[in-house]
C-alpha cells in the first residue's frame, strides 16, 4: 500500500488504517494521470486494489485484461492491471475504458473480481490533456476481520474518487445493487444521498458482492463491481 503523503507532528499520536476492505479501485494520490489524451493516444492507469481509506494498493492476479473501445468498437486491449495507452483514430468520439481483473481466494478472501467501466468523451489534443474520470470507494463499517453481522442493516457511504487536476464533475444518479452468490444474481438497494442501505440478508460466512452505476452530467458513466466486497459474520 501507498498513501497520500502526510506530516506527522514529534510527541502526537496517529492512527491510520492501510489495506482495510472494501478494497477496489482509486484514483492516484501523486502526478501520474489516471486517464489523459496526448494526440491521438489514449491512456487509463488505475490503482484496482485501493483500501476504504483511499491508500493505492497491488496484488498478485490470477487474470487482468484492460481494454478501451471507441463508439463500441474495440481499439485495443492487453493483460495489465488497470494499464494502457492505445492509439486511436482521429476526432471527437465516445469512449469506454474497461480493466477487470481476478485473483484467487489464496491471495485474499475478499475483491476477487473488479471491474471498472467509464464511458467518456474525448477529441484529438495538441498536448496531453486530463480527463474528467471519477470511480466510488464502498466505506461501510466493518470488525477488524471485514465483516459484518448478518441479518443486520448495514450503511455503504459512497465515497467518489475524481482525477486531480481536471474539472471533473461530481457522480449523480447511483444506482447500487448487492449480490450473495458472487455476482451470479443482484437485487437493487435503497441510495439516499451518497449512501446505500442493505439489508445483509444472507448466512453467516457468505460474502456479500457491490455494483454501483452513477453518471456526471457531461457523457461520464461509471459501472464498477467488486465481487466479495466483505463478510457476513
Known amino acids: 500500500m501507498s498513501a497520500n503523503q502526510e506530516r506527522y507532528g514529534a510527541g502526537r499520536t496517529y492512527d491510520r488504517?492501510?489495506?482495510?476492505?472494501?478494497?477496489?479501485?482509486?484514483?492516484?494520490?501523486g502526478g501520474y494521470p489516471n486517464l489523459?489524451?496526448?494526440?491521438?493516444?489514449?491512456?487509463?492507469?488505475?490503482?484496482?486494489?485501493?483500501?476504504?481509506?483511499?491508500?493505492?494498493?497491488?496484488?498478485?492476479?490470477?487474470?487482468?485484461?484492460?481494454?478501451?473501445?471507441?463508439?463500441g468498437e474495440l481499439v485495443g486491449e492487453n493483460d495489465s492491471s488497470g494499464h494502457g495507452a492505445f492509439p486511436v483514430p482521429p476526432g471527437p468520439?465516445?469512449?469506454?475504458?474497461?480493466?477487470?481483473?481476478?485473483?484467487?481466494?489464496?491471495?485474499?478472501?475478499?475483491s476477487t473480481r473488479i471491474t471498472v467501466d467509464w464511458t467518456f468523451r474525448s477529441d484529438t489534443t495538441t498536448r496531453e490533456r486530463r480527463l474528467p474520470m471519477s470511480v466510488v470507494r464502498f466505506t461501510p463499517e466493518l470488525d477488524a476481520a471485514g465483516s459484518a453481522p448478518a441479518y443486520r442493516p448495514l450503511t455503504v457511504p459512497l465515497v467518489v474518487d475524481r482525477q486531480r487536476g481536471v474539472d471533473s464533475p461530481p457522480l449523480r444518479h447511483f444506482r447500487?445493487?448487492?449480490?450473495?452468490?458472487?455476482?451470479?444474481?443482484w437485487v437493487s438497494l435503497p441510495v439516499l444521498g451518497s449512501?446505500?442501505?442493505?439489508?445483509?440478508?444472507?448466512?453467516?460466512g457468505t460474502f456479500a458482492s457491490l455494483r454501483v452505476h452513477a453518471t456526471d452530467g457531461r457523457g461520464g458513466e461509471l459501472s464498477q463491481t467488486v465481487i466479495r466486497a466483505y463478510r457476513l459474520a
Open 17 to 29: 488504517s492501510f489495506g482495510a476492505p472494501v478494497i477496489g479501485p482509486v484514483m492516484y494520490s
Open 36 to 71: 489523459a489524451r496526448t494526440g491521438d493516444e489514449v491512456s487509463f492507469s488505475l490503482s484496482l486494489f485501493g483500501d476504504r481509506e483511499g491508500n493505492e494498493g497491488y496484488s498478485k492476479v490470477t487474470s487482468a485484461r484492460t481494454a478501451l473501445y471507441r463508439d
Open 93 to 110: 468520439a465516445v469512449f469506454r475504458a474497461r480493466a477487470e481483473v481476478t485473483r484467487a481466494p489464496e491471495v485474499s478472501d475478499f
Open 176 to 185: 447500487v445493487e448487492v449480490s450473495y452468490d458472487d455476482g451470479a444474481t
Open 195 to 204: 449512501a446505500a442501505l442493505v439489508g445483509n440478508r444472507a448466512e453467516p
